[in-house]
């Protein structure tokens, strides 16, 4: 804390280097608020592309469920087929039969397959009626999701557009913030680099005076004596409190 340098002023040079900092942490600031635009999604946007995405949802789960009575109903058709083979085997070999007792086993067995036949119909019945049913919704979901892609589609280029021209703005910016850098010694740069990422902004704040009282800007914590002299003098000082490099301003 305190003092970082530790050499005596008048330290001209250091100022200096103090103030280029202060400008270039406006650029990086503005470089930070252009990141910000460009990771907002417009409203319209996400809000479409949220029905979209519900939408899907609710389509996948549709199908799944088509798939599932599909399935059902041709389990239950290739049943019946084969049943209706057994019973008309059956009433071939029925013909054949040589006894009553034959005749009775046989009858009752095509009986049997005949129920069986007629249970497999009554289940397929309602079947058939939710399938019909759900490729109604299907169609539903799907005109309803033709209709906002075009939407989204047009959106999302939009939004493209809007992150590329912020894009060149942070791109021009960073040239000249390159260019800034290059007046500031690189300990101070890394430094207040440092400070900034810590504390998620700023690395260097202003000194504001109050009266008889100097305050961190950054802060608002009054400063002591012995640190506002530091920093009036342009010596390379961190607020106690909060860290930030401190410079007196113009
Ligand atoms: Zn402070």
Redesign the pocket.
């Known amino acids: 804390m305190g003092n970082v340098n530790g050499a005596d002023p008048p330290h001209k040079g250091q100022l200096d280097a103090l103030r280029a900092l202060f400008s270039l942490q406006e650029k990086d600031l503005e470089i930070d608020r252009l990141q910000k635009e460009v990771e907002s999604l417009p409203e319209e946007l996400l809000s479409v592309r949220a029905q979209v995405e519900a939408l899907e949802g609710k389509l996948q789960d549709l199908l799944e469920r088509q798939a599932e009575l599909r399935k059902e109903y041709n389990r239950h058709s290739l049943d019946i087929e084969d049943l209706t083979a057994k019973e008309k085997q059956a009433e071939a070999e029925q013909r054949q039969a040589q006894s009553a007792r034959e005749q009775t086993q046989y009858e009752n067995r095509i009986q049997q397959i005949k129920d069986r036949i007629k249970e497999l119909l009554e289940l397929s019945t309602p079947l058939m009626e939710a399938m019909e049913n759900l490729e109604e919704e299907i169609a539903q979901v799907e005109a309803e999701l033709a209709g906002l892609r075009p939407r989204l589609e047009a959106l999302l280029e939009a939004n493209r557009e809007r992150v590329e021209a912020l894009k060149q703005e942070m791109a021009k910016r960073l040239e000249e913030r390159a260019a800034m850098a290059q007046g500031i010694p690189t300990t101070v740069l890394k430094e207040y680099e440092a400070i900034r990422r810590a504390r998620k902004g700023t690395g260097v704040?202003r000194m504001h005076r109050q009266g008889q009282v100097f305050r961190?800007?950054?802060?608002?914590?009054v400063l002591p004596t012995h640190v506002a002299q530091k920093v009036v003098q342009g010596q390379l000082v961190r607020?106690?409190?909060?860290?930030?490099l401190?410079w007196k301003g113009e």
């Not at 961190?216 to 914590?221: A, D, L, P, T, Y």
């Not at 607020?239 to 930030?244: A, E, N, Q, V």
């Open positions: 704040v961190c800007e950054g802060c608002n914590v607020c106690p409190s909060c860290g930030r401190l």
